[in-house]
């Protein structure tokens, strides 16, 4: 168990962060400045355990359309940019504040402003509490890469890596 007590006294906002060096766990503190008769002074008395830890997948979506010029040839490409602004919509909109969570960090694709994107790759962080859980998230994301909202447009789905999670104890 770790255990702390803190004084601190800040200007508006504090971030305080500690890493197990051994298991790599990092706890964060977020202390906020309270005011109360004029005095800005925190005092917090802490206790955390880490009792679990998500499970994560990192996935990697790449979707091919067709370019096109976008001005005399628009309606002959199929935009991979587009349709990965649907299947990102569709799979974060998936994400609950006590299941799984779906995030897309990296979103890249395009050439030029003037041509319709043939390339597009996203990269996702899915995370949940359990090994089950995980494993019908990425089911989901693999169904929404499979759907395609823009004709012409394919996807393929890499998982790039899995960590394990700790289940609550």
Same mark, same amino acid.
């Given at each position: ?79 991979? *940019?587009?349709? $990965?602004?649907? &299947?990102?919509?569709? #799979?974060? @909109?998936? !994400?609950?504040?006590? %299941? ?33 859980? *995980?494993?019908? $998230?990425?089911? &989901?994301?693999?169904? #929404?890469? @499979?759907? !395609?909202?823009?004709? %012409? ?17």
């Amino acid at each position: 168990v770790l255990h702390m007590v803190l004084l601190i006294q800040v200007s508006y906002y504090t971030k305080i962060s500690l890493t197990n060096s051994t298991t790599n766990i990092k706890l964060t503190l977020f202390v906020k400045r309270n005011f109360n008769n004029g005095v800005s002074n925190v005092a917090s008395d802490v206790a955390a355990k880490v009792t679990c830890r998500h499970k994560i997948a990192n996935l990697t979506l790449t979707i091919t359309g067709k370019a096109a010029h976008a001005g005399g040839a628009y309606f002959q490409g199929a935009s991979a *940019l587009r349709e $990965a602004a649907h &299947k990102l919509l569709a #799979i974060e @909109a998936m !994400s609950e504040p006590d %299941g799984c969570t779906f995030n897309c960090g990296i979103l890249e694709g395009g050439s030029k402003a003037n041509v319709v994107p043939e390339h597009c790759s996203m990269t996702l962080d899915v995370r949940s509490m359990t090994t089950e859980g *995980l494993e019908a $998230a990425v089911e &989901k994301v693999k169904e #929404i890469a @499979a759907t !395609s909202y823009v004709p %012409g447009t394919v996807c393929t789905v890499e998982c790039n890596s899995i960590r394990p999670p700790m289940e609550a104890t």
